[in-house]
């Protein structure tokens, strides 16, 4: 890979990673505030569900998509590809990844849509207590999705030209015992 796109892209899904990890700290302080609050005071922080459902859900869902992938850590089935060479491993998952960054850049473009449309409707949730803005958790799914699909692309025509190359990189072992 160009060393340059990829400290670039590394250096992003590592800022995404930490989005989402702020996401799930904050999540958990908020519902166990809201627990404690219900149980000790009988008084729950106000929207808790709407928030965590809006908002740190979404970011610790997609948010930390590029770092996985860049991981190569994506669930994968292996049953008809572990007795592959390194070489035919790489070529078919260069392929693969190549049609996968098709499809989630798609699903990257349609959020875009949808955040565009969330952003001019100006999208709110109204809950018991109070409006909810959520138009910009729509920006959380295609920021995910766009950084995982260059990934995809950079991993797959990485394992393309490993493959034509013959070389014996191939991606990283499983970790898990192979089946016999």
Known sequence: MNLTIEK?????????????????????LQITLSVLGRYLISQPIPGTLEVVSSYYMVGVVFFPLAYV????????????TQKLSPRSLAGLEGVIYLLSSLYVGMLAWRGFLSAFKAYDFGETWTTAYFDLITWPTYWFVPIGFTFMTLYLLLQGMNDLVMAWRNNQIAPPPAKHLPIE
């Open 8 to 28: 670039t892209l590394n250096a992003l899904a590592n800022v995404l990673l930490l989005f989402g990890g702020i996401l799930m700290v904050l999540m958990m």
């Open 69 to 80: 992938q860049r991981q190569r850590e994506h669930i994968v089935v292996e049953l008809f």
